[in-house]
């Protein structure tokens, strides 16, 4: 026994072959803490937040200068506030300007006003989260994420989302309707649909109830009162939020003196949108891509304003509420970056162009990039989704191996589906292995089929593990 001598310390009471005169022992260098984590002291209570900066759209402004109306109760509320306290992830869904975030947001307000409100940058890493939350002495916290879908692709988020679960920290989050019917649609999505089930979920409609209009007429903010005069075939959070108007404007822009150069800026920003391509963008990419939009429109004949006047237009503020488009910086805080108001994004169906396709390929930033512009193009632009997955496949990533073999299925590509699906299953994926046990009973394997079907109720989740089960004892049946 003695003592030796280690870099950075020493060890005594050791058992020592031979003679060790130092030890070097490299330690990894932990990730920094991200700066939204450092001082959970300085994150806001829930009854003192801004609900703008928390995410809930703007309103035409009232004469006193109030920034948003007064809330009328929603018919989710009383439900929703019971829910919140209980723990885990209650999410609120509806379409843009529904009055989801409002609603979430009030929610919280009435049963935890004393808890921190942790709020991470949206796409930031939630890694971090629970040893932030773990360390915050304070007060008690509950975790904010408006605009789920712009975190559900993050590598570990089913974990982090049960270390807050079992430290019983409520997170309370919002999604836009469309993302949520993405996620949930029939091509695999791994961590957000495992995200997704954990959910308690509930449903915000943008048209409002009997009940709802009733309690908007008692209202005695005058901004409720017009919207509930004028909304007619629109929700009133809807109308309040200035959306219909702006989606009409930006329509009747098109046309020959309008603004149709300030309209193709927007369609191109809105198209990018949709890729699932991560924005702000540059006010460079909007430059490039907007030409096909003009040109499609008419072009020359359209008498297009300048480039500038475009990006002034387009981002003017109407009626005190908001812009088509929205100013944004980059990373260095110099970089103009822009963004479309998301009402435009939830109302527009229009085929995106290939070159928009294209761009969003090449600018995507990472794989959270490349997996959700997979999932956006895989039924409108199969050839889009795979060049998006390949890469993702290639890395070993389970969800995008199926996904990519889902595609090749849908082609007639059997073979390589059927090799693909196998790579997947060989990492635990139930899916998978619950197509290879369909495909090899179709084709009378059935003992490999049996063999698959076993392997996809192993490795779940539930609703495989059910189907493969009923699957294995037809073929059970049938043998």
Not at 43 to 56: F, I, Q, R, T
Not at 166 to 191: C, H, N
């Amino acid at each position: 026994m003695g003592e030796n001598e280690i870099s950075g310390g020493s060890f005594t009471n050791v058992v020592q072959a031979g003679e060790v005169r130092q030890l070097t022992f490299h330690v990894p260098a932990q990730a920094p803490v991200p700066r939204y984590l450092r001082d959970p002291g300085r994150w806001p209570l829930v009854g003192e937040l801004d609900e703008l900066s928390a995410g809930v759209h703007r309103a035409r402004p009232a004469e006193d200068g109030g920034r948003l109306p007064l809330y009328v109760p929603r018919d989710i509320d009383a439900a929703l506030r019971e829910r919140i306290p209980l723990g885990g992830l209650v999410l609120v869904i509806g379409d843009s300007t529904a009055g989801k975030t409002r609603a979430a947001l009030e929610g919280l307000r009435a049963v935890l006003p004393g808890h921190r409100l942790l709020a991470p940058p949206a796409g930031a890493s939630l890694r971090q989260v629970p040893a932030a939350v773990e360390g915050c002495q304070t007060s008690r916290v509950v975790v904010w994420l408006d605009d789920l879908e712009k975190y559900v692709l993050q590598d570990g988020l089913p974990e982090v989302l049960a270390d807050l679960v079992r430290m019983e920290i409520p997170v309370v989050a919002t999604m836009r309707l469309k993302a949520y019917e993405t996620f949930t649609g029939d091509q695999d999505s791994g961590i957000s649909s495992q995200v997704l089930r954990a959910a308690e979920v509930f449903d915000l409609d943008r048209l409002w109830s009997n009940a709802e209009l009733s309690r908007a007429a008692e209202c005695e903010d005058p901004r409720v009162l017009d919207a509930l005069a004028h909304h007619g075939s629109f929700g009133v959070a809807e109308y309040l939020a200035a959306g219909p108007a702006l989606l009409q404007e930006w329509r009747r822009a098109r046309r020959i003196h309008g603004h149709a150069r300030g309209a193709a800026l927007v369609a191109a920003a809105v198209d990018l949108a949709r890729t699932g391509l991560r924005g702000p963008w540059p006010r460079a990419l909007l430059t490039e891509l907007h030409e096909h939009h003009l040109d499609q429109a008419g072009g020359p004949v359209l008498r297009p304003e300048s480039l500038d006047e475009a990006f002034i237009w387009a981002s003017r503020i109407r009626g005190g509420v908001t812009s088509l488009l929205l100013p944004a910086r980059g990373d260095t805080g110099a970089e103009e970056r822009w963004a479309p108001f998301d009402y435009l994004i939830d109302h527009t169906d229009s085929p995106i162009p290939d070159r928009v396709w294209e761009a969003s390929l090449v600018h995507a930033a990472d794989n959270a990039d490349l997996g959700a512009i997979g999932r956006n193009a895989f039924n409108v632009a199969p050839h889009v989704a795979e060049q998006a997955l390949r890469p993702l496949a290639a890395s070993g990533r389970p969800t995008s191996t199926f996904n990519l073999a889902l595609l090749l299925y849908r082609r007639g590509e059997m073979a390589e589906a059927r090799r693909l699906w196998a790579l997947a299953a060989s990492a635990r994926h139930g899916r998978a292995a619950l197509r290879l046990a369909l495909m090899t009973g179709k084709s009378g394997e059935l003992a490999e089929s049996r063999e698959w079907c076993t392997r996809a109720i192993a490795y779940g989740p539930a609703d495989i593990s059910e189907r493969a089960t009923r699957l294995r004892d037809a073929v059970d049946a049938e043998s």
